[in-house]
């Protein structure tokens, strides 16, 4: 703890500011993989009933990997939070992801094709992966960019 003028221990601050914009630049680092590998999976799988080989798997890892693509890019912007900002990045890229796939088939009148447990899972490995790329991020060290 540091000392204040008159002689007393200064309280240390467990303030935790999140900073919006490094928050942006890693939704939008993830999305620029999420949406074209839900493109590529929508257009495969159109129609198709069985015999998805193992190409979704590759998309499930594709995925994944965004996730923590999102939380790494957050992270590198606010190195003195990587964890949190990784995993808020990582999240907000699945939200953003889930808005849209859940208002393309609303607007169609589609069934929605998924439950509760799926959105809940996939959450859950948005915010580990978006860590994971946090963690990753602070191991490499502070960037450039300045933060006043």
Request: no cysteine; charged share 15%; net charge positive.
């Amino acid at each position: 703890m540091t000392e204040r003028d008159d002689g007393q221990a200064a309280k240390p601050s467990a303030r935790l500011v999140i900073d919006v914009t490094a928050l942006r630049r890693g939704i939008v680092g993830g999305l620029v993989l999420i949406v074209p590998i839900s493109l590529i999976v929508a257009l495969v799988s159109h129609h198709r009933r069985s015999g998805y080989g193992g190409w979704l798997f590759v998309a499930f890892v594709a995925i994944l990997y965004a996730y923590a693509t999102a939380g790494y890019g957050a992270a590198r912007t606010r190195p003195d939070t990587p964890l949190a900002h990784g995993m808020l990045a990582g999240l907000g890229a699945f939200l953003v992801w889930l808005l849209v796939r859940l208002a393309v088939p609303l607007a169609r009148g589609d069934r929605i094709g998924f439950g509760i447990v799926a959105v809940a899972t996939n959450a859950l490995f948005a915010v580990a992966l978006g860590a994971l790329g946090g963690l990753f991020a602070a191991r490499r060290g502070p960037t450039a960019i300045r933060h006043d």
